[in-house]
């Protein structure tokens, strides 16, 4: 005998051909609520899909011409307010008619935005760098206020995803942590390069020193001599060579962000932010919180050029690693790397070689924004599932940044955000698991899971159907229940 649920009341069947096909239907119902939940599985998400809210702004106006770089702050920008779980920061360059900005005409090197609180009994003062402001850095370990920030990309970020998934959030607004009279606020830092007309588009990119004819850096400190490039030679205001002869109009653009956010409340597990950096060389000197090329992270590098024997060898490829203690760990849940023009790809492992998350980039093989060809586009992601893998405490961690070395490359970066919780779910209801599942796969990998289900079952339906008829003509009836 088979008991089966129609309509919620058992119905007990007897003939084994009944029992052939409400197997198969059986099956094939299970199969199509698996494509009925492909189309409408957000709507699963009852708590938080029915209460996230968007919100898009733009930064001050900011001008560029032919060759001229952009790098300034932003004090007190828009920014969504209250007690909220965010749960993806996405931004581009954007002109004044709203079109995208392509990254051969305007690169963007990198865009940031950190949290600080401003006392409430002051007018706007935060550009006088006085103690009316106090920063407020994520739970990244490199000295000071260095890589600070709780979002941020390059070049990478219309192709990279940014979401949080269920039921995790990063908490903004928690009245418990914002210091008596004062309130939490936002900063924002643009650096962008035009590259229209310029000699050479990488030199300019790549910020390296003799193309922008930089000798000292924004503070008129002298600039090293084996420095060839990075930030201090691309400062705001500085310029890039341009072609003779070459001439275009100033433009104004815009930094565009969308930031999606859910109200706070209990069910939302919160994660602390880390960004870890490969240049990091583990010291600490007399507590620095500045860039020094003896103590902690220092953002940058440079890749050597190989011989032109070794091009097709491995030993084309710049490996750079760094052994990094996370103080207090957790569950990760989300990793992605940041690399420049040339990067092949990141990896960060954990104890026993265990691979945390391996990040690759996306190249771009046209002309339209977000597929420029030649730029990094995006970078690939992780979303490990819940409770799979775990930071412990104090545990070591090895990052590893990987470039080509098929030519030379200067201030580059090897950086590696992670997102970690404290704790997991309690438990992950079947539905919410397939979420989860839908939530962090491609579409097109998805949708192949589901025809597989479907053949499988459609397999299997066929198979217990054979059985049962066999079991029939065999003289007896196969105990089912």
């Known amino acids: 005998m088979q008991v089966i649920f129609h309509g919620f009341q058992p119905k007990i069947l007897e003939s084994a ?18 494509l009925e939940f492909d189309i409408s599985y957000s709507q699963a998400l009852l708590e938080h899909g029915s209460n996230m809210k968007s919100a898009t702004f733009l930064s001050p106006k900011f001008v560029l011409a032919p060759g001229s770089v952009e790098n300034r702050w932003y004090f007190n920008i828009d920014f969504p307010r209250g007690h909220i779980a965010v749960k993806s920061f996405n931004a581009e360059v954007i002109d004044e008619a709203g079109n995208s900005v392509p990254l051969h005409e305007t690169y963007l090197h990198h865009w940031l ?16 760098g006085n103690s009316d402001v106090m920063l407020a850095k994520n739970s990244g370990i490199c000295q000071g206020g260095i890589l600070r920030q709780h979002f941020g990309l390059g070049s990478e970020t219309r192709g990279t995803a940014t979401h949080v998934s269920d039921p995790y959030g990063i908490e903004i607004g928690n009245p418990d942590e914002i210091p008596a009279g004062y309130e939490e606020r936002w900063l924002l830092n643009v650096h962008a390069i035009d590259t229209r007309g310029v000699e050479d588009r990488l030199g300019c990119t790549e910020c390296k020193c003799d193309i922008y004819n930089i000798t000292v850096d924004e503070f008129g400190r002298p600039i090293r001599p084996d420095y060839k490039g990075g930030l201090f030679c691309c400062y705001d205001h500085t310029q890039c060579k341009v072609r003779p002869g070459y001439e275009d109009v100033r433009r104004s653009l815009y930094l565009r962000y969308t930031v999606k956010w859910v109200d706070w409340d209990s069910s939302v597990i919160p994660v602390k932010i880390f960004i870890l950096d490969v240049t990091d060389t583990g010291k600490r000197l007399n507590d620095s919180t500045i860039l020094s090329p003896e103590s902690g992270c220092q953002i940058e590098y440079e890749v050597e050029a190989c011989s032109t024997t070794a091009l097709t060898s491995d030993d084309c490829i710049d490996i ?7 103080p207090t760990g957790g569950y990760v849940i989300y990793g992605v790397a940041h690399q420049h023009t040339g990067g ?12 945390i998350c391996t990040s690759v980039p996306i ?11 030649g730029y990094i586009v ?7 599932k819940p409770g799979s893998i775990k930071i412990a405490d104090g545990e070591n961690l090895i990052l590893e940044s990987r470039y080509s070395r098929a030519q030379e490359h200067t201030g580059v970066m090897g950086l590696f955000y992670i997102l970690v919780a404290d704790r997991v779910p309690e438990r992950m209801p079947f539905l919410e698991s397939l979420v989860y599942v839908h939530e962090n796969m491609e579409p097109s990998a998805y949708r192949w899971a589901i025809v597989v289900l479907l053949g499988l079952a459609t397999t299997l339906a066929v198979a217990v159907g054979s059985w049962l008829k066999k079991g029939k003509d065999d003289g007896y009836q196969p105990i089912l229940a």
Do not use: Q, W
């Open 17 to 34: 051909g009944v029992m052939s096909y409400y197997s198969l239907g059986s099956l094939l119902l299970l199969s199509k609520l698996f």
């Open 113 to 128: 935005v950190e949290k600080y609180y401003h006392r409430l009994d002051v007018a706007n003062s935060e550009n006088n």
């Open 320 to 326: 750079k690693r760094t052994s990094l203690i996370i």
């Open 344 to 355: 092949v790809g990141s990896t960060l492992y954990g104890k026993d070689g265990l691979v």
């Open 363 to 373: 190249y771009g093989e046209g002309m339209e924004a977000g597929n420029e060809a």
């Open 378 to 384: 995006g970078m690939s992601t992780c979303y490990p």
